[in-house]
């Protein structure tokens, strides 16, 4: 079966631009999380998106938005980059909610905010 | 607020040493706790987790970790490291509130096994 999958793999971008990353989670799995992974730094959540609902947002600017298609797939856009922008953005996705259900991790996009 | 953390940034071990990874948690909640393992240009994958029950919890590729609530802890340890275990391990933190499943990690400790 076919893990989380993201695209696209790398990505340069200059300051002020905007950026939209994707996700398509494992076949089955209702939830999507975001999180952001700056070099030398655990991963940081960023936003959680259950039957395409947001249910949970971590402590980021409002530049940052997710939504979550019917096909439970999602894309995290990042408005206005700043060069604190650069990192690694995983996705993982689980068959629920409850902290029980594991999260399956994607392979990440690595942005890079010129 | 939850948080981990990871006393050591780095830990150098030779091939076919025992090795410990240290996490302590603070939570004012009953927790969830993982370990993560992340290799060069890749994701994270799930080592091993503590959800209730023995407070000994073995994961794959040999790893155990042991969950001591009176100290807070949930130490990682291998008998015997292998070249292909050098990668950076996470260990994270849930709620278990069952409103979501978020994870609040670690800085991670980057374990450096030399022949």
């Known amino acids: 079966d076919a893990g989380v999958t993201q695209s696209p793999t790398h990505l340069i971008k200059t300051r002020g631009q905007q950026v939209t990353l994707r996700c398509s989670p494992i076949s089955g799995h209702k939830s999507v999380s975001w999180y952001q992974q700056v070099l030398g730094q655990g991963p940081q959540f960023i936003f959680q998106?259950?039957?395409?609902?947001?249910?949970g947002r971590g402590n980021f600017p409002d530049r940052f938005s997710a939504r979550q298609f019917p096909n439970y797939s999602s894309e995290l856009n990042v408005n206005a980059l700043l060069l604190g922008d650069s990192a690694l953005y995983l996705c993982a996705s689980s068959l629920g909610l409850g902290s029980y259900n594991e999260q399956f991790f994607g392979p990440g996009t690595r942005l890079t905010v010129l | 607020a939850q948080s981990v953390t990871q006393l050591d940034s780095q830990v150098p071990v030779f091939e076919e040493a025992p090795v410990e990874l240290r996490c302590n948690y603070s939570?004012?909640?009953?927790?969830?706790l993982f370990w993560y393992v992340q290799y060069p240009n890749q994701g994270l994958q799930l080592l091993l987790k503590?959800?209730?029950?023995?407070?000994l919890v073995k994961g794959i590729n040999g790893f155990e970790a042991e969950f001591n609530k009176s100290q807070t802890s949930f130490h990682l340890r291998k008998p015997s490291v292998h070249i292909s275990d050098t990668a950076e391990y996470f260990c994270a933190v849930s709620d278990g509130n069952g409103a979501t499943n978020k994870l609040i990690f670690g800085t991670g400790t980057l374990l450096a096994v030399q022949p």
């Open positions: 503590y959800l209730s029950g023995s407070t």
């Open positions: 998106y259950y039957e395409k609902e947001e249910r």
């Open positions: 939570s004012s909640v009953s927790v969830y």
